[in-house]
């Protein structure tokens, strides 16, 4: 049975709690239809309420900001470049994103782009490579400054430094030779080149390099520049002679080379030839408009040039039988107008010689009439 508490002296009925008493949820200063399905409520956590004076919009963005909602690691920014808060956990997950040093990050992004060169995914493992030369570049510049701001160190670091640096050319070389594979099987043949100098400017002797810059000069029928690339790989790669009684065997490097020189030799002679039947016919051609020109002046025939000459496919003015002779017969283009009708006829070469009878007689045919009414 429960029992019945007198109310004491001082209680208030807007405020039933006796004041010594703790009111165990705050009191909302909102307004009482706000607080109406509140009241009963418990607080949110402070990180959770401050939510309350955000907008929708806002707390999307607040949402992709942090870093287990995000799908990239630019979206620290807010919108249009504005600045935000620093993000401690998304510096971490940037340091992740290069971590270890320069030579293992490029080393990862070279090995990524040789598993796109095995699947032959070109594009792919050409941008690979490129982000493993940018981050030899990026990472020696940041570095590089931070040695600057420490000042100049001591002597114990320089020869692990100097293995650091050779490991990075090396991984930088490889970067370069095979982007340049990647620009090749893409048809990017000057890009291709560029690659290769940077490649052979980094290591002189790699035969890679030279090689594909070979098939890139091949390729834009630079015939003599691939000639002289591709006997310097051929010097590389050249057996020594070790011993007189041990017979020298080349190398497949060397015989690759020798098959490209085969392929460059003939494709410079085919070249030559298509060079020298054009020449051949750019000087005929000149010398029958010489002929003919001759021709039309010892003739007496004044000939008028328009700046716009009509389309008559093949038909010219020629000399027949033999176009580099001056006593051979001119042709002419002719067109004949029957004015009456409004039609005309078209004849590609009538000789000098020839009457109008002849020409009629060409286009009609003989004993024929061209109209239905006896009026031809």
């Not at 401050?50 to 907008?55: F, L, M, P, Q, W």
């Not at 070979?214 to 690339?229: M, N, P, V």
């Not at 002719?334 to 009456?340: A, D, E, F, H, I």
Request: with cysteine.
């Amino acid at each position: 049975m429960s029992r019945i508490q007198e109310l004491p002296d001082d209680y208030n009925s807007s405020n039933p709690l006796p004041p010594s008493t703790e009111t165990p949820f705050p009191i909302s200063t909102k307004s009482k239809a706000q607080n109406a399905s509140s009241a009963t409520a418990p607080s949110l956590p402070p990180a959770m309420d401050s939510v309350r004076s955000h907008t929708a919009d806002e707390i999307v963005q607040m949402t992709k900001r942090t870093p287990l909602f995000m799908t990239n690691l630019d979206e620290a920014t807010g919108a249009e470049g504005e600045d935000v808060e620093e993000n401690v956990e998304l510096e971490a997950l940037r340091a992740l994103q290069y971590e270890g040093t320069r030579a293992e990050i490029a080393l990862g992004f070279k090995e990524r782009g040789n598993e796109m060169v095995g699947e032959k995914r070109w594009g792919d493992a050409k941008e690979f490579y490129t982000k493993g030369i940018l981050a030899l570049r990026e990472r020696s510049e940041r570095q590089g400054e931070q040695s600057n701001n420490d000042g100049a160190g001591g002597g114990d670091g320089d020869g692990s430094e100097q293995e650091e640096m050779e490991k990075e050319r090396k991984i930088e070389e490889a970067c370069y030779v095979n982007r340049a594979l990647c620009n090749l099987e893409l048809k990017n043949y000057r890009t291709t080149l560029t690659d290769t100098s940077h490649t052979l400017l980094l290591a002189p002797t790699n035969t890679k390099a030279h090689y594909r810059s070979t098939l890139a000069l091949l390729a834009l029928a630079k015939h003599d520049l691939a000639l002289d690339t591709c006997t310097r790989g051929l010097a590389l790669t050249s057996p020594t002679l070790i011993s007189t009684n041990i017979a020298m065997q080349p190398s497949p490097e060397h015989l690759a080379f020798q098959t490209l020189r085969s392929r460059i030799l003939a494709a410079k002679t085919e070249s030559e030839n298509q060079q020298s039947v054009r020449r051949a016919a750019d000087e005929k051609r000149r010398r029958e408009q010489l002929t003919l020109s001759a021709a039309i002046t010892a003739r007496g025939i004044k000939v008028r040039w328009t700046g716009q000459p009509p389309d008559l496919e093949d038909a010219k003015v020629h000399l027949e039988p033999d176009p580099l002779s001056a006593t051979s017969e001119v042709f002419w283009p002719v067109l004949v107008l029957y004015p009456l009708v409004g039609e005309s006829d078209f004849l590609k070469g009538v000789g000098e010689t020839a009457s109008v009878a002849d020409i009629v007689g060409t286009v009609l045919g003989e004993g024929l009439r061209w109209d239905g009414e006896g009026e031809g």
